[in-house]
């Protein structure tokens, strides 16, 4: 089992609709999550971090954390054509410091 | 959250040879981490660059092939050895200033070796 698991895609979204990214990790001991976005040809860019269960909003992005289930869910709100790219989930374990990524899920908005 | 200017942005370079990638981060950082990034595939931690001692590697890298410094909280370097054409990936560094603020990326280096 990967460690961290995601749906590689594409995800294909028309303008407008909302984007939903999922992923699943296999350390119960994971504490921290973060969200990452990733255009062709360049760096990630942090876009949501995570801690508690619950959702957590920030403009367009909510992130969803389920650590019974362990699980993480990243919502688009009015995709924009702009949001296509390759999403990251990335979760830190307890005590670690470093983040393991996932393979990415690739979300294509379709005007 | 913390800026990291990464150089050279890219590079080709001849089998057998060594390249050395350098991250320079705006503020003081308690980590830095060098990951790989192949061609449509995820991100693979090469390791963690620890100031003051050596660095931490993963499993299936090491030191001999990819050393790194970090002399301060500010710089650390990767040094891609003895390359070959599996060698050619783009490397990424990335820095936190704390553990729960998110972690940073440089630009990336794309490396092509021939």
């Known amino acids: 089992q990967k460690e961290v698991e995601q749906n590689s895609g594409p995800l294909s979204v028309p303008e407008g609709a909302i984007a939903s990214l999922n992923c699943t990790y296999s350390?119960?001991?994971?504490?921290?999550f973060f969200w990452y976005r990733q255009y062709s040809g360049k760096s990630p860019e942090l876009i949501m971090s995570i801690y508690s269960n619950g959702d957590k909003e920030d403009g367009r992005f909510t992130a969803q954390l389920n650590k019974a289930s362990q699980y993480v869910s990243l919502l688009i709100r009015d995709s924009q054509p702009s949001d296509s790219a390759t999403y990251l989930c990335?979760?830190?374990?307890?005590?670690?410091?470093?983040?393991?990524f996932g393979q990415g899920t690739r979300l294509t908005i379709n005007p | 959250s913390a800026v990291i200017s990464q150089k050279p942005s890219r590079d080709i370079c001849q089998r057998g040879t060594s390249l050395t990638i350098q991250c320079q981060v705006d503020s003081q950082v308690t980590m830095m981490f060098w990951y790989r990034q192949q061609p449509g595939q995820s991100l693979t931690l090469i390791a963690t660059?620890?100031?003051?001692?050596?660095?931490?590697?993963e499993s299936g890298f090491v030191i001999d092939k990819f050393p790194i410094s970090r002399p301060n909280l500010t710089f650390s370097t990767l040094t891609v050895s003895n390359m070959s054409p599996e060698d050619s990936s783009i490397y990424l560094c990335?820095?936190?200033?704390?553990?729960?603020?998110?972690?940073?990326f440089g630009s990336g280096t794309r490396l092509t070796v021939v």
């Open positions: 990335s820095a936190s200033a704390q553990r729960d603020y998110g972690y940073t």
């Open positions: 660059a620890n100031q003051g001692s050596e660095a931490t590697y």
């Open positions: 350390d119960r001991g994971s504490q921290s």
């Open positions: 990335a979760p830190r374990a307890q005590g670690a410091q470093k983040l393991v």
